[in-house]
């Protein structure tokens, strides 16, 4: 059983379009994240959402708005899609008061 | 910035021969961790060791800190073709809580059989 999941793998889509990026974890964890990893493998963390506190990376632009149904997913959702934004997204979860992340397996973004 | 660094970007090996990479950080840490990254897939968690712990082994890997100089080091013993992959170390600094972790720019290995 995937314990962190993500939809879709791949995403290509135009400049200025809207699009959304799906997460789930099955492991009970209270802290989910997004980070993004640029094509020189250069990770970086976006957000992290734990019991419904939200904290933002000062550098991520408005653009990008996380959305939490439930504890189980936190959805990525971009506005008005630019060419920078094409990188791979990546999901992890943590459960509370643990350090240990487990990653999805990446969301490949190509913006034309 | 908090970002770390790997050093060296890039190690080509034989199978068999151990392999070594360094991390470098700047602030505080509650823990460091290593990831490894396959390529075209996510980051799986190897090992964790603590800002008062010095030294932790897993299998074939062994951590090192040295909280002093703000570095830590991975090595794999022994290695074999299933271990290339992109390796990265990751810190949790003080007061990080739910802020995530920071990457460094990952060390690319490849073993050569």
Redesign the interface.
């Known amino acids: 059983d995937t314990a962190?999941s993500q939809t879709p793998k791949y995403l290509v889509t135009q400049m200025g379009n809207d699009k959304s990026i799906k997460c789930e974890q099955n492991l009970g964890h209270d802290?989910m994240?997004w980070?993004k990893q640029d094509s020189?493998?250069?990770?970086?963390?976006m957000?992290?959402?734990?019991n419904k506190?939200l904290?933002i990376?000062e550098t991520v632009p408005n653009r990008f708005s996380p959305k939490s149904p439930d504890k189980a997913h936190l959805n990525l959702h971009i506005n008005s899609l630019e060419l920078g934004d094409s990188a791979v997204y990546?999901c992890?979860s943590s459960p509370l008061g643990q350090?240990?992340?487990?990653?999805?397996?990446?969301t490949r973004l190509l913006v034309l | 910035s908090q970002q770390g660094e790997e050093d060296p970007q890039a190690l080509s090996i034989q199978e068999g021969e151990n392999a070594t990479m360094n991390c470098s950080y700047k602030t505080s840490i509650?823990?460091l961790?290593w990831?490894r990254?396959n390529s075209?897939?996510?980051?799986?968690?190897l090992i964790?060791i603590r800002s008062n712990e010095r030294e932790k082994h897993s299998g074939r890997l062994r951590v090192t800190l040295d909280t002093s100089k703000k570095s830590s080091s991975l090595l794999i013993t022994a290695s074999r073709a299933a271990d290339t992959a992109?390796y990265?170390c990751a810190t949790?600094y003080l007061g990080g809580?739910?802020?995530?972790?920071?990457?460094g720019?990952?060390t690319h290995l490849i073993i050569q059989p």
Do not use: C, M, W
Not at chain 1, 40 to 45: A, G, S
Not at chain 1, 47 to 50: A, D, L, P, R, T
Not at chain 1, 101 to 106: K, L, N, R
Not at chain 2, 40 to 45: D, F, I, S, Y
């Open positions: 962190v802290t994240y980070y020189k493998k250069f990770l970086k963390i957000f992290s959402y734990n506190e904290i990376n990546f992890a350090e240990t992340q487990y990653f999805g397996p990446g | 509650n823990n961790q990831y990254q075209g897939r996510g980051l799986v968690h964790l992109s990265f949790d809580g739910a802020d995530g972790l920071t990457f720019k990952g």
